[in-house]
């Protein structure tokens, strides 16, 4: 089974402050793993995802994510906070062998920025 | 990557009545996913909709409740049968592609 968990349920910080967002994650395999943004009124946009390869992945909007296998975490980060990046953030996981398109959900992650 | 159109992008809907959401995609895909999220809470998937033939219900869902069609590789509809508030979510069409997950913007339903 996989599955993902993102422990809080809110991130405050100040417009211009590093900002992350954790998740970890549970597979039986090697995992995909990826993280959605969702705006007010809006559906879920890709951010970026890890695959294979580099640890550290860089995505849209200036988001990165950092994939730790020790750890079974990959903890979205920006360098520098905007107000409009206010909006809730899930991470998802897919095993790599089953062969699904189905990923699994966190529960999501409220960022709130503020001026 | 993949563009999703679904609608109607809201609605509210009297209870006992039923809605269809309809999600059309810009080019041609295997499997179709249908998910809700219910307030402040995470996506649920309720089932896979396949081409020629019946969709695969996630445990908790069934097709009485939420009947799906899935009548060519670029289109699929839910519809929301004899709904109650506890239907009140939002509801998302998404596409897999290349590893990736695509959405919709979703609809959001409440039933008063």
């Known amino acids: 089974a996989q599955s993902v968990a993102q422990p809080e349920d809110q991130v405050k910080v100040a417009e211009g402050n590093p900002l992350t967002v954790k998740c970890t994650y549970s597979v039986s395999g090697n995992p995909y793993l990826f993280w959605y943004v969702q705006y007010p009124n809006r559906g879920l946009q890709f951010l970026l995802k890890y695959i294979t390869g580099d640890n550290l992945v860089k995505g849209s909007y200036g988001f990165e994510a950092e994939f730790n296998k020790s750890q079974t975490s990959f903890h979205l980060k920006k360098p520098s906070a905007l107000v409009s990046d206010s909006a809730l953030y899930f991470c998802?996981?897919?095993?790599?062998?089953?062969?699904?398109?189905?990923?699994?959900f966190g529960r999501g992650t409220s960022l709130i920025v503020h001026p | 990557s993949a563009v999703i159109s679904q609608k109607p992008s809201r609605d509210i809907c009297q209870r006992g009545t039923s809605l269809t959401i309809q999600c059309q995609v810009d080019?041609?895909?295997?499997?179709m996913f249908w998910y809700r999220q219910q307030p402040g809470q995470s996506l649920t998937l309720i089932a896979t909709?396949?081409?020629?033939?019946?969709?695969?219900?996630e445990s908790g869902f069934v097709i009485d409740k939420f009947p799906i069609s899935r009548p060519n590789l670029t289109f699929s509809t839910l519809t929301v049968s004899n709904m109650s508030p506890e239907d009140s979510s939002i509801y998302l069409c998404s596409v897999g592609r290349n590893t990736e997950a695509f959405f919709g913007q979703g609809t959001r339903l409440t039933v008063v």
């Open positions: 909709a396949n081409q020629g033939s019946e969709a695969t219900y």
């Open positions: 998802a996981v897919r095993d790599q062998e089953k062969g699904s398109y189905i990923p699994t």
């Open positions: 080019s041609q895909v295997t499997m």
